[in-house]
């Protein structure tokens, strides 16, 4: 078996792994329990813990093949007091856009906003913070309305008027990724 199958392999056992075992040992028990109804919120936010899953894994699967977190990794930053801002952005970035287009086009702005950010930062921390933000924040729109409306139009992220604050986020990203590629500039800050 070459090394990245192997890679693969780990990760994926690691990432199946602790994401059935906590599922059915603290999600499935939760939501069945009297407290689900007490306290939705509660109920989620140990449902959304479960997206820590495919992070835990990567640490387990470069610790299990000695791969280690230096050099092409992104697991470090390019010097935190430059790019502190991009981390900032990653955690609070999806809160703000999200509080202004099918699947597709969501997918697409929310991928370009997170290259952006770990292009710009040298890290992928920024972008898995920005990632778990909008993860964890993407049904807040619906806390505030009286009923869930048209998914598609409605404010969520993913809908019309939820999601066009990425597409303006990443059409202007998109355009100063361009600007700084025609300058000559690297777009992967390293240090």
């Not at 390019?78 to 202004?100: E, I, M, S």
């Not at 702005?109 to 920024?126: Q, W």
């Not at 019309?160 to 604050?165: A, D, K, S, W």
Request: hydrophobic share 50%.
């Amino acid at each position: 078996m070459s090394d990245t199958r192997r890679r693969i392999l780990i990760f994926l056992l690691v990432t199946f792994g602790i994401a059935w075992a906590y599922a059915f040992l603290a999600v499935y028990p939760m939501s069945r329990s009297a407290l689900a109804s007490y306290l939705p919120m509660a109920t989620k936010l140990v449902t959304g813990a479960i997206m820590l899953a495919p992070s835990i894994a990567v640490i387990v699967t470069r610790a299990v093949t000695g791969e280690g977190f230096q050099g092409t990794s992104h697991l470090t930053s390019a010097g935190f007091d430059k790019t502190w801002r991009y981390w900032l952005a990653g955690y609070l970035g999806p809160v703000v856009l999200a509080a202004v287009v099918a699947c597709c086009a969501y997918c697409t702005a929310v991928g370009v906003f997170l290259s952006y950010l770990t292009l710009r930062s040298g890290s992928c921390i920024p972008a898995t913070l920005a990632h778990g933000s909008l993860d964890g924040t993407a049904g807040l729109s619906y806390a505030f309305a009286r009923t869930a409306g048209n998914p598609l139009v409605g404010s969520a992220p993913t809908g019309i008027l939820g999601g066009v604050g990425f597409v303006v986020a990443a059409a202007l990203l998109l355009a100063r990724l361009r600007r700084l590629e025609r300058a000559g500039e690297p777009l992967l800050v390293e240090e």
